[in-house]
């Protein structure tokens, strides 16, 4: 298995509302990492997990929560969100946390839309 | 001043033209990567370069450590390949990515 499998594909939720989205991976990384997309903008990087422990937090605001449960799950609880949160959010691993690192793997992305 | 530019941000070709798109950096790295976005899609890793060049079938990579610029180009384009390419830069020691803008490519038949 060389993929990381994010779900749902398509979000859509109302601003009072509670959801996650889910990021799996079989490759045996140990860092995996959210990122956040707007339309025609390059990725931004949110949090990074390194041996399931937060290592990055890009000052992102608390209704997005990360949560690292075990080695191939990586989890974005979110709450209380905007309309500007709107966006295609990217979950990504790697075999290691430094220097050079290989398998670098994005997933394909859950579009979220909070109405 | 953003850590890593591309250029060009858009590129219009016809099918079977040789195509090429530069990045150039600004900070010490470890690695770096082309990206390939479809619209509305994930991202897919083309390649991972620290030195030297690489190719995978039409498409070729290469990356002047010294000069802090690496190229990606394709050969004999097709509509397929209509596509965002992005550059993106891994710092050594940190597990951080700094991204460009990236180069929308569309390849006409």
């Known amino acids: 298995d060389t993929e990381v499998t994010q779900t749902p594909k398509h979000l859509v939720m109302g601003m009072t509302n509670k959801k996650s989205l889910k990021c799996e991976q079989h490759?045996?990384?140990?860092?995996m990492y959210w990122y956040k997309q707007k339309a025609k903008k390059p990725p931004e990087l949110m949090f990074v997990?390194?041996?399931?422990?937060?290592?990055i937090n890009e000052s992102v605001p608390s209704r997005f929560s990360p949560e690292c449960p075990n080695s191939s799950l990586l989890n974005l609880h979110l709450h209380a969100l905007q309309p500007e949160d709107s966006a295609l959010y990217l979950c990504?691993?790697?075999?290691?946390?430094?220097?050079?690192?290989?398998?670098?793997?994005f997933g394909s992305g859950t579009r979220l839309t909070v109405v | 001043k953003n850590e890593v530019e591309q250029s060009p941000q858009n590129l219009t070709a016809q099918e079977g033209e040789f195509i090429t798109i530069n990045c150039s950096y600004s900070v010490g790295i470890s690695a770096l990567h082309w990206l390939q976005q479809h619209p509305g899609g994930g991202i897919v890793s083309l390649f991972m370069?620290?030195?030297g060049k690489k190719k995978h079938g039409r498409l070729i990579a290469t990356i002047n450590i010294q000069e802090k610029h690496s190229s990606l180009h394709i050969t004999a384009s097709h509509p397929r390949d209509s596509a965002v390419y992005i550059c993106a830069v891994r710092l050594y020691n940190f597990n951080k990515f700094y991204f460009g803008s990236g180069t929308k490519l569309n390849v006409k038949p």
């Open positions: 990504a691993s790697s075999q290691g946390t430094t220097g050079l690192n290989y398998g670098y793997t």
């Open positions: 997990y390194s041996y399931e422990k937060l290592s």
């Open positions: 490759m045996g990384h140990r860092a």
């Open positions: 370069l620290s030195s």
